[in-house]
């Protein structure tokens, strides 16, 4: 963070982090990333990485189309548990939504040991309770049919 990195460079970091298995975090805060390096690194790290789980990007310059693409990775990413950018950004809401999400699958997984066919499930009940509420879904929402119905649980075990 505030190494004064700009596209180029998180293009270049992108690049190079591509194949990389142990890292759980990156923070970039306050930089002058814009749209094309958030791309990059959403695209080649953030959307791909199997061990990251904390990105921060606060404090850059980032338009939609970064924000989109950040919008995209963390959507095909469940590891991700926390994703820090500005408020301002209009995806803002729905990236710390799919944060979220993360943070209650991810919780349910470990521990309750189930198999992660059931984050298919916890992502369906939550798209449906989401657009039934207007976007407000809580970790009750998620949780709630899988108390009152047990057989969602089996062969998921």
């Known amino acids: 963070s505030f190494n004064k990195l700009n596209d180029s460079d998180a293009e270049a970091l992108a690049e190079g982090l591509k194949e990389n298995k142990s890292l759980t975090e990156i923070d970039l805060r306050a930089n002058n990333i814009r749209d094309k390096g958030a791309s990059a690194l959403a695209e080649g790290v953030v959307s791909q990485s199997p061990t990251l789980e904390k990105f921060c990007m606060y404090g ?3 338009g939609d189309n970064g924000a989109a693409a950040l919008l995209a990775a963390i959507r095909q990413n469940s590891r991700i548990q926390i994703m820090n950018m500005d408020y ?3 995806v803002y809401d ?3 939504y799919y944060a979220y999400l993360n943070q209650v699958g991810r919780r349910l997984l470990e521990v309750d040991d189930l ?3 059931l984050w ?3 992502i ?3 798209q449906r309770t989401s657009l039934e509420t207007r976007g ?7 949780i709630f049919p899988f108390v009152r119905d047990p057989s969602v ?3 998921l075990r």
Not at 136 to 142: F, I, K, M, S, Y
């Open 60 to 62: 850059n310059p980032l």
């Open 88 to 90: 301002n950004l209009s």
């Open 94 to 96: 729905e990236i710390q």
């Open 115 to 117: 198999n992660p066919a």
């Open 120 to 122: 298919t499930v916890i």
């Open 124 to 126: 369906q009940r939550a």
């Open 136 to 142: 407000v879904c809580t970790a009750a929402d998620l």
């Open 153 to 155: 649980f089996n062969g």
